[in-house]
């Protein structure tokens, strides 16, 4: 299952991240996880989100780059070694991972891993024969509370 996720190009200066936020709260939007990356020059945010077509109306309005996009994921226990045995499912299918972030809930209990591979379904076949069951958004949105 593949899960859509926006991200946003914006410059390195203090506020935009702020900005972005407060445009997606006054909306109604809630961020269920955030990403950022950066550089000296520009960052890229990854958010998944209650509304995504929605979030990219506001975020455009407002003059930003907004890209949809689908990434992949899934749910494994949070401890040592629960994100190196997919790791490990996913060097043996020879997946290319092009970029992954995390976060946990219920410290101890469960993380959620979110990917975004060269091949999401060849990704997506993989952990599954594996065991490993990939979460739509609602899930991610629930895990994220």
Do not use: W
């Not at 961020?31 to 960052?43: K, M, P, V, Y």
């Not at 190196?84 to 959620?112: P, Q």
């Not at 599954?128 to 899930?139: F, K, N, P, R």
């Amino acid at each position: 299952m593949q899960i859509r996720q926006i991200s946003i190009f914006l410059e390195n200066r203090p506020g935009q991240l702020s900005q972005i936020c407060r445009d997606l709260a006054d909306a109604g939007i809630n961020i269920a996880t955030l990403s950022l990356a950066d550089s000296s020059e520009f960052g890229i945010v990854r958010m998944i989100v209650d509304d995504h077509e929605k979030a990219q109306n506001v975020l455009t309005d407002r003059g930003h780059v907004v890209n949809v996009c689908k990434v992949v994921a899934l749910c494994v226990p949070d401890r040592p070694g629960g994100m190196a045995e997919v790791m490990s499912v996913l060097d043996k299918s020879g997946t290319n991972i092009e970029y992954s972030y995390a976060f946990a809930f219920h410290s101890g209990e469960k993380a959620v891993l979110v990917f975004r591979f060269s091949d999401n379904q060849k990704a997506i076949e993989a952990l599954s024969a594996a065991g490993y069951v990939t979460l739509d958004e609602q899930q991610v949105r629930d895990a994220s509370k």
